[in-house]
């Protein structure tokens, strides 16, 4: 994909001194904004997390092949012992050395286990995989969202410069309808009704602050920026061309790059995985020992002997679970079960996918045709401003159409701006659904 620097805002530098904080502006780019927030996303945290503890579960799968040592050591109080005929009479009583003591090591080292290590390590791999693939989709859905927090801003300055300039205008009429109304031209009910419309346009630049400095809360915030940045977008943005690419091209960015297919890929391997992991319970396990063993005093022999017998020895042990061969069916049909659900879900995730970016296709070359058809509006809106504002100087109009008139051009200027925006984010919408933003 090529690298568009489409998008370019504008970082507060705080700087404190006496209590007063001062601002300053830097100019940086989307991807800039990006890279902050993979580093101090709060929202993105969690996620790092989880694929770092998944990437430790692999060193913990991979001990599973180191051998196993045990160390025992018991000390004990023995009482005396007695003896009696079979038939418990000639009591005698049987002195015993009350001080007991065992010592012993023990070492195992698996040779074979059925696959049970091998598919272990592996399974855990592959979680590691999933997690690092739930990053990237936690990462490009954040990313989406810093890009629409910045088109938003961008679209509402804009907007804000719209209304401010439709207030201008009002404002020149209303000079003009007074100086009419004090020659005795015009009715006071015309001023009365424009101031209206002022006041209604002023209102609206109001919210359209406010919800400019929400969006900039919003993205500072997502994003990890310092606290007082201030955001503003780059003023050539929508000069800059976007590619057209096919449906189908998108498609296959699509099925290559999409996190959440891959993510739904994992889940089918890891599911497999699992069904080999269930199967290795029926094999036999076996392995290396070696053990070494002091006990004291020695107890088999009467009377007892005062001292330890220390032995050790060395094989081969082979140990098979008789009972998997009945208890493990329901357990591998339990994991077959899962592995068709997450072929399934894979399905449904393509189709998902593959109707998102139909979809997002659509609507992006929508856009394009959506900008040519309100540049016309505006055109056609800015020249019956002109007429009928030409015609109420010559009192060939009335104030009704003035206003209709001056609402049109508003409502032209605006469609018009978010037609342009529009058009950059279904192109970023596409790249978000292919996993390329």
């Not at 700087?15 to 890279?35: D, H, K, M, P, R």
């Not at 051998?67 to 025992?72: C, E, G, V």
Request: hydrophobic share 40%.
């Amino acid at each position: 994909m090529n690298n568009l620097r489409l998008l370019t805002g504008l970082l507060s530098i705080v700087l404190s001194s006496a209590g007063v904080c001062a601002y300053g502006q830097s100019v940086l780019t989307l991807e800039e904004i990006f890279n902050a927030a993979e580093t101090n996303s709060v929202q993105l945290r969690p996620s790092v997390t989880a694929q770092i503890e998944a990437e430790r579960e692999i060193s913990v799968a991979r001990s599973g092949r180191l051998p196993d040592i045990s160390a025992s050591l018991s000390l004990s109080y023995i009482g005396d012992g007695f003896t009696t005929k079979r038939n418990f009479s000639d009591y005698q009583k049987a002195p015993i050395p009350h001080f007991g003591n065992t010592l012993s090591v023990n070492i195992t080292q698996p040779v074979y286990t059925g696959g049970a290590v091998t598919n272990a390590i592996e399974l855990a791999e592959l979680k590691s995989t999933a997690a690092r693939y739930a990053t990237d989709f936690q990462q490009d859905h954040i990313r989406f969202q810093l890009t629409g927090f910045y088109l938003d801003i961008y679209k509402y300055n804009n907007l804000r410069r719209v209304v401010e300039g439709n207030i201008a205008a009002a404002q020149k009429v209303l000079q003009e309808m007074r100086a009419r109304y004090e020659q005795g031209t015009a009715l006071q009910n015309d001023i009365t009704r424009y101031e209206l419309l002022v006041s209604n346009l002023e209102l609206q630049l109001v919210r359209i602050n406010n919800t400019i400095d929400i969006l900039n809360t919003n993205l500072v915030t997502t994003a990890g920026l310092p606290e007082g940045t201030v955001i503003l977008p780059d003023s050539t943005i929508l000069a800059r061309s976007l590619p057209k690419e096919g449906v189908a091209w998108w498609q296959t960015e699509a099925e290559a790059n999409s996190p959440s297919l891959k993510l739904a890929q994992s889940g089918v391997e890891i599911s497999r995985k699992a069904e080999s992991l269930v199967r290795s319970e029926r094999l036999p396990k076996i392995g290396l020992q070696a053990a070494w063993s002091m006990d004291g005093p020695i107890l088999v022999e009467v009377p007892p002997i005062n001292r330890n017998l220390s032995y050790w020895y060395v094989g081969v042990g082979i140990n098979y679970n008789i009972s998997s061969l009945y208890k493990s069916n329901k357990a591998l049909s339990r994991s077959h079960a899962a592995t068709q659900k997450a072929l399934e879900q894979l399905d449904a995730t393509r189709e998902d996918v593959t109707l998102a970016v139909n979809a997002d296709h659509v609507r992006y070359l929508e856009a394009y045709e959506e900008l040519k058809t309100r540049q016309k509006s505006v055109e056609l809106a800015e020249r019956n401003y002109r007429i009928t504002s030409t015609r109420y100087s010559a009192d060939m109009a009335l104030i009704t159409d003035m206003l209709d008139a001056a609402n049109s051009k508003l409502d032209a200027e605006q469609q018009l701006v978010n037609a342009r925006i529009n058009i950059i984010y279904y192109y970023y919408k596409l790249l978000f659904t292919t996993g390329k933003i």
